[in-house]
């Protein structure tokens, strides 16, 4: 069969599924070449179904799906066995959950167990899935082929754990125990032991930076290994670029209270073992070198374009894209692998456009050409997702979506 044939057939009129408003058209798979596959993937509006059946296949021509939408690359994205994260993160209420939730739902679908996390404070993935998933451990999800499990931290609980873990032990519970030996000025001296005070009044985004790095401690546990896409629904924009500097900050703090441990270590170490206090002291110790591991670890996963890859979420409003923009371009000076950009809520053509509609449409329209002339944005691969007729809340809507928009 010839390319311009199959893309003139799913052209002309086929069945319309009324469930999900989009065209469904059958083809025997071994007619296709790699060719005629090439143009009919990139034929507008076109996707290739998720359903991998040995004889038949399906594509889904969406007719509420914007004309000029790209192709987000999902078979590079679902072809590496090896782990790899994905991390969307835009202004608030864009739609970074339900497009974070469909993908991962369609990479469930697609033969990859997969790890939804979210270390938003809101926690809106249970309204998403419309399934109770608090509770800060691993909740099946329900649907998916293949095993799909969400976790949600909470950001402020974990920095409780945190300060609970490194104050009683070490942190200002250094100091303590060097007052308590009369030699707090050794401490003060040395001074700059500043993490009971940062835990205190934690800077903006300290919360979800050891969140982040609480997800990583789980997943170097055993019970992780067979997660082999994570998806992060992550914080909303002026968070989500304060996390991904404070690594950096913490690493030092972190490094300095070590430092100070050991020199400080010498001058206590007959006291210690006279009160008992030597493996406390080593606990603490220990507690905040792997956090500061793992702080390393997460600011290098945020950075490794081989593993990660960072989503930018918008919709098509001049406010979103300029927020965007920032975004693009701080994730850039931070070295973050960003190469897709989706453009949330689209309207749906439509041939009879009411008042509120048209002006609404021009709107999107001067929006998308923004998105062309803007220095950051126009080099990523956009993706345009439409703003569909229901909530998209639940599996099936969820998958739906993710049809859509990961093709
Ligand atoms: N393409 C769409 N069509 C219709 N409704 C949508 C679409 N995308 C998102 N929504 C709806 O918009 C609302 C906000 O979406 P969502 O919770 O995914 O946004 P968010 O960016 O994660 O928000 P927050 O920043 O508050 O966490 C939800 O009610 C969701 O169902």
Redesign the pocket.
Known sequence: MAANSVVSTISSSVPRNSMTNSILFSYSPTKLTPNVLRLAKGFPSLSFSAARKPLRKSFRVNSVAAPEEAVSGFDEMVSSTRRKYYMLG??????????AASLAVKFANNGHPTLMVST?P?H?LS??FAQDLTGGTLVPVEGPDYPLFALEINPEKAREEFRNATQKNGGSGVKDFMDGMGLGMIVEQLGELKLGELLDTPPPGLDEAIAISKVMQFLESQKYNMFTRIVF?TA?TGHTLRLLSLPDFLDASIGKILKLRQKIASATSAIKSVFGQETTQQDATDKLEKLRERMVKVRELFRDTDSTEFVI?TIPTVMAISESSRLSSSLKKENVPVKKLIV??MLPPSASDCKFCAMKRKDQMRALDMIQNDLELSSLVMIQ????D????GFPALRF?GDIIWK
């Open positions: 835009g202004k608030g209420g864009v739609g970074k959950t339900s497009c938003d809101a809106s309204d998403s629904d909303p979420v949330n809520q997702a439409p703003l569909v229901v909530e998209i809340r979506l």
